[in-house]
C-alpha cells in the first residue's frame, strides 16, 4: 500500500505579496507568483505536496501555524518583518511543534542593525539567508532532509 | 432594588488557544476551555459575571478591550507573546481606563530574557505569573477586591 | 483638458478612534471625527482630495497602504503604538514608494524612553510631532509641498 | 487519625514595619499589625498555620528561611529592598527547597527602573505585585493551592 | 485700539550661514538669505512680526534667548549641531518659559546615530523635520497655531 | 519658655570605624573618634545637639534611621560601602522622611566607576562629597541651614 | 608685614543670570545678584577677597579660569549646563591646577538621567549639590578649609 | 570545445577535524571525512570540482582564501570558533572577491549569546545554519546557482 | 626562641552552613563540618594555625574581618552571595590590609551572568574557583606560600 | 609665471594656549609659541604658507572655518577638548569642504574612555595622535602630501 | 600489577616564552624555564607525568590539545592573551572532553576590563588566577586531585 | 668609531599581501611591493636600516615582534585586521618594550563600527591612520624622531 505524500507549509510574512514592485535591489524581480511556481516545481522534484500562502496579518500568520497541526510536516517560513520582533509568531511555532525552517531572500547580516537579530531562528531547524527565491528551494531541500532523517 | 452585578472580562492573548497541547513541560496539561470552566466557576463564587475571549490578533485585542467600555468593569489580561512588545496593547488598556490585572501561567522571569519585560505592566493594576491556570482566579479574584475598594 | 487634483491618504493608527476619550491630558479633547473634519477642509484649502481610515490592526495598516500605490500620491500616518515596533509597517511604506509624512499628536520626545525611537521616521520623507490636531494640518501641508516640488 | 496542618511562614522585608507611617501616596495606610491580621484570619479561612516575621537585616531574613526548612512547608515573602540586590537571599531560598511566593505591596513595574528587577523573583514559584494588602493573602492563597497540586 | 501683532524669533544654529554651499546633496541648494525670505513672506501671511538670527555660537544663541523674554511671544529655532549635545540650550530654552518649535532641514532620524537624539525636543512644544526650508514655514504656522489655542 | 534645641543624627556606615588606619592615602590620617570630636564642636557652635552612630551593618542602619523618626529632625549619613547598592538604605531614609544629607569623606567621582553612582542621593536633600573629615561638617551646616529655612 | 588675604574666583554657568525667574520650583526664587551678596558676605566673614562672574559663553568660562591663574587660590564653579557635557572646561581646570569645588543648586541626583553624570567633578576637589543658594557658601568654606590645609 | 568545470574550495575551520568525536549531541556522529565524501558526490551531482581543506590556524585559512583567488570560482566555509571574532578572516573574504557560502552544522542561534553573532555573514552571499552535514551540501547548490546566475 | 606559627582566618559566607543540603548537584554533599575537619588538617600538614567561621550577615563578616586585624596574617573567604554585590565587603578586605585569597566552591564563571562578576577579586591576591571542598585547601596553600615570599 | 604657494590653516583647539604649563606629564614642556614657531619652519621646508590660530570657543573655531573657505587649501586641526563632543565643528569642517587632518599632541587612545572617541576623525582625511609637538609636523605633511596627490 | 601513571599536559600560551623579560611589575622575574623546572618537580611529588609545551600560536595550541587526546588525563593551561577572545580554543577543550584547569599568573580582575573576561573558564573545571607561578602549581594539584575524585 | 644606524621592523599584518588588487576603492591601487619600496627609500632619506614583513598569521606576527627585541629600536606595524582582537599581539609589544607606531592605510574612524576600536593604539606611541602608503612614511619619520628624543 502506497506510503502518502509528506506535506510542506510554505508562509510568506507581510508586504511579499509586493515582491518584484518592492525595492527590486535588495528583493529582486521575481514575484511572489513566480517563486510559488519555482517552489511548487521543486516540490514535484522532492515528492511532496505544498500548499503556499501569504499574510500581512501577525494574527494570521499563528493561526495558519495553528491549523498546519495534524496536516503538515514540516513548515518553511519568511517571516519578513516580523522576523525581528514577532514573540508570538515564536510561540505559535514553538507550540505547534511542526519542523520549522526560516528562510530570508536577503541577507539580513549586511542590512540595518535591527534586521540582525531573529526572534524565529531559536525555534527553527535552521536559517538560510541570503540567497534571493533560491533560499525557499533550499529551505524545501533541508526541510525534506530534515524529515528523512527522523 | 437590586443591583446589577459587576462584569469582567478576561481576555487571552495569542497561542493560548493551544493550551495543553503547547509545551507542557512549560505550560501544563490543562486546556483553555478547562480554564474557562474554572473562571467561570470562580466568577460563580465571587458573585460576578465574566466572558473570556480568545484572540491571535493584537487588533483584535485591542478592539475587544475598546468595546469593553461601558460594558466591563475590569479586565483580566494574559497578553501572551505580545506582552514584551506590544505598546499598541498597551495604549488600549490606557485608553480604556478600565481596571487591569496582567496574570501570566508560567513565571516569565525564570524564562528568556526577553520575556522578563512587560509592556502591560505599568499600566496595569497589579501582575500575577507563575501559578498556572490558578494565575487566572487570583487575577480574578484581585480584580474584584480592587473593585470593592473604589 | 483638467489635470485630476492629487489623492492623499491619511492613515489613523491603532486606539486613534478612541480619540477625545482616551487620556486627554496627553491627547487632548478632540474626537477622531472633529481631527477628520479639520482635515477634510484643510484638504479643501489645499485643493486636493483626501480619503481617511483608522485600523487597530497592523496588517490591516499594512493593506492599506499597499492598495494606495497607484491610486494616493502622498500618504500621511499616524502609526499610533506601532511607530515604536513595527518593522513590518516599515517595509511597507518603502514597498509601496508613496512619499510619507509621520505625524504624531503628543511629543512623543518628552515622553517614555520607548516612545521616543521611530521605526517610521527613516522611511518617511519627515516627522511633525507634538502640535495636537494641528499635526495633521501641518503633515498635509507638508506633503502637498513635497508633491509640488518633485 | 487527623493529618497535621500545613505551616507557611510569612516574611516581611526591610521598612516594611513602617508600614502606615511610610510614603502612604504608594504603601497605604495599612499598618503592618493590620496586616498580619488579616494574614492570620486568611490562615484560618485556608486551614493553615502561620508565623509571620519582619526584619530589616539581610542576614536575619537569611537565618529565618534556613529555620524554616523541616518546620514550614511553604514560605510568602515580601523582600522589600533587598528584592533587587540581594543574591544571598536568592541562594537562601534555593538552599533551602521551600517552595516560595514572592508579593508586592505596589507595582513594582511602574516605579523606579531600579525596582523593575527582582533576584527573587527567578527562583520562586510566582511572583503577585501591585494589590496592596491584598499581596499578601492572595500569595498565602496560591501558596496553598500550590502545595495541595504536590 | 488695534491689538500688537505677535512677535516670533527665528533662530539659525551653528553652520546654517553655509546653506546652499555646505553638502547640497544633504541640505539643498537654498540659501539662508532665500530662506529668511520665505520666512519674512510667510510671517506676512500670518499676521506676525519676524525676526531671524543665525549664530554659530552656542552661548550667543542662549543670550539671544534670553533677550527674547518679554519681546517675543515664541520661538522657532533649528538648533544645528547643538541639537545633539547642548544641556545649556536646553536649559536656555527653559528658562526662558517662551513657546518653542524645534525645525531641521533634514530628516535627523535617517542620519547618523548620533544626530537621532535631540536634547532640545523635551522642552519644545513639538519637532518639525526632513521638509527642507519648508520646515521653518510649517514650525512657523505651528507657533502661531499654538499661540492662537493659549 | 525656651524652644528645645534642634537634635542632628550623624551615621557612619560599614568600615568607618577604621578610619585612620584605612588606606590613609585615599581617607586621610584622622580617626573616626577625631571626627566625632570635631562634629561635637561644630554642633556646638550651631547651637544643635548630636548624636553620632557607627554600624557595619545595613539593617542596624536602618533601624538607626527608623529609631530617629520624632526624636531627630535631620540626618548626616556617611553611607560608605552601601551607599552604591543598598535599596534598603535609601527606602529607610524615605520612609522616616527625615530630612537627609549624604556626606563622603572622598571625591567618589574621580574614583572606581561602581562607586560614583549613589543609591541615596536621589532621596537625601544634597551631597557633600570630597573635603575629608570636613565633608561632615559643611553637611551639618547643610543640615542646618536646610532646618531654618523651613 | 601683613600677609595679603586669599582670592577665590566664584565662576556662574550658562543660563544663571535668570535665576529667579528660571523654573523656580526647580532652582529658587533668588537672583543671582542676591545669590553674590550672600557670597561676597560670606567672603568678609571668612576673611577673605571673592570676584564673581557669570558667562553664557563655554569659551569665556575657559578663558576666566585660564585668567585666574597666578591671581586666585581656589574657584568655587556652577558649572549649570556644560557640567554634563564639557570636556574643554574640565580641560581648562585641569590644567590651571587652581583648586576647584563644584557647586549645584538643584539635587542633580534626583533629575534627568543626563544629569546625573559631571564631567568636572573628577577634576574638583570635591561636589556640593542641593542645598539651594547655600551650596555656594558651603563650597566656600569648603574652598577656604582646603587652603588651610595646604 | 567543451567549457571546463566550475570549482569550488570547501574550507573547515577549526576544530572540525575531530566531528563525530567532539560532543556529538551538539555537532552529530558524522566525521569530517563522511562529510567530505557527501560533498565530493554532490560536486559530481551538481557538476563541478571540489576542493576540501581543514586548517585550525586563523591565518592558514586566510592564505587558502588567498590561494584559491583565479583558481577557485566560489568558497563554502564553515569557519567555526573563527565565525564569531575574526575581523582577519573577513578582510580575506572580502580581499579575494570570490563569492562565499557561509554554512554552519549547529543552528548558532540557539546556543550561546556569543555564538549568535558572525562576522563573516554581512560578506557572504549567504548564510545557512542549523542543518547538520545537510548544511554544506545545501551551501554547495546556493554557491552553485548563485554562479549560474551571473 | 621558637618563632610563633602563622595564624590564617577561613571565612565562610551566607548559607554555607547549608552545605550539604544545599543544591548537591551544584554545591556538592560534602558539610560545611566536613569541610572545616579538611581545613584544620591541611592547617596542620602546612604548620599554620586556622580559625574558620560562619555568617550569613555582611555586617557581621565584616566585623570579623576588622577584628583579624593583628592576629591574623591571612584571610581565605568564601564571600557566597555577597561576591557580586558587596561594598562594603571589599572594602573591609582593602581596610583591614590583610593579604586575602577568595574561593569559590563552583566555577562561578559557568553559571548565570551576574554570578560571573566579583566584588571582592581586585582586592584579593588571587581567586579559586570550581574545585569543590578542594578550593579551600588550595587557597590555604597559597596563602601560606604569599606569606612565605613576603 | 609662477604658481601661488599652496596655503594651510593651523588650528589649536581649548586650552592649548597653556601648553608647557599645563599637565607637562600628558602634554611636554614646549609652549605653543614654539610649537608655532616649528610649524612655521616645516611649513618653510614644505614650501607652504602657514597662518596658526587658537581659540577656546567653539563657535569661534567654527568661524575660523568658515573664513578658510576659498583661501586654505588644507586645515591641520587639534580640537582639543571639542574633539569628543562638537557636532558643530564637524559639520563646519564637512560644509566647508576642505580637507582637514586631525592631530593630538597625547595618544588619547590609552587616555580616559571619554577621549577614545572621536567626532571629528570621521569628517578628516586621517588622524595622528601622539607624538606630542611632532603630531603637528607630521600633519602638516600628511596635508601637502595629500594636497599634492590630488 | 603496576598501574601506569597519570600525564598531564601543561600549556603555555602567547607571550609566556618570555616570561622574567617582560613587564616583571606584573609577571614577576621568574623565567618559563624555571616555571617549568617548578612544574616537573611539583609533578614529581605529585607522582604524575608531565609535558610542558609553550606556542604563541592559537592554531597550534588548538593541535595540542587535539593531540592530547588519548594521551594526557588532564591539562593544565594558561591561554595569556586568547583568554579573553578565543572561541576556537574554548571549542577545542569542549571537543577534547579532557578535564582542564585554568591558570594565570596575574590576578586578571584588577586589570584592564577586556582582561576581566575569560572564554575558557566556562569550559575548565576551575580557575586559579593571581598567585603568580604558584598559580601553575595549585592548578596541577587540582587537576589531580579531581581526577582522583573521579 | 662610527656609531652603528637604527633599525626599524615594518610589520605588515593579515590581508596586506593583497594590496593593490583588495578592495581598491578603500585601500588603493599601490601594491605591497611598491609600498615596501617607498619605505625602503624613506629609511634611506632618514638614514635608518629597515627591514620590512608580512604575516597573515597571529603567531607569526607575535614571534616577528618577539625576534626584533635587541635587535630593532623601534616597530612600524599596520596590524590589519588583528588591530581590532589580538590581546595577544598587544601583549607582544608591551613584552618586548620596543617603541611602536602603529600605522592604518584607511581611516578606520569613518568605517564599520568594529573597525574604530584598536587594542594596539594603547601599547603604541601613537597611532597614524587614513594617508594611505603615506601612512606608514609618517610613522617612520615618527617612530625616527621618537628615538631621537630619547
Known amino acids: 500500500m502506497a506510503k502518502s505524500r509528506k506535506k510542506v507549509l510554505v508562509l510568506h510574512g507581510p508586504n511579499l505579496n509586493l515582491l518584484g514592485q ?3 535591489s535588495v528583493y529582486g524581480r521575481t514575484t511572489l507568483e ?13 515528492g511532496i505536496e505544498i ?7 501577525e494574527g494570521e500568520l499563528i493561526e495558519m501555524i495553528h491549523q498546519a497541526m ?4 514540516a513548515i518553511v517560513i519568511n517571516p519578513g ?6 514573540v508570538a509568531l515564536r510561540d505559535a511555532i514553538l507550540a505547534s511543534g511542526i519542523p520549522t525552517v526560516e ?4 541577507n539580513i547580516y549586511n542590512r540595518e542593525a535591527f534586521r540582525q537579530h531573529s ?10 539567508a541570503g540567497f534571493g527565491p533560491n533560499s525557499y528551494l533550499l529551505g524545501l531541500r533541508a526541510a525534506v532532509d530534515h524529515l528523512n532523517q527522523l
Open 81 to 86: 518583518g516580523y522576523t525581528h520582533t514577532s
Open 34 to 46: 513566480e517563486i510559488n511556481k519555482k517552489i511548487m516545481d521543486e516540490g514535484g522534484r522532492l
Open 119 to 128: 526572534m524565529i531562528a531559536p525555534v527553527s531547524i535552521g536559517q538560510i
Open 22 to 24: 518592492r525595492e527590486p
Open 51 to 57: 500548499k503556499a500562502c501569504q499574510s500581512n496579518s
Open 70 to 73: 495534524g496536516e503538515f510536516q
Open 103 to 106: 528562510v530570508h531572500l536577503s
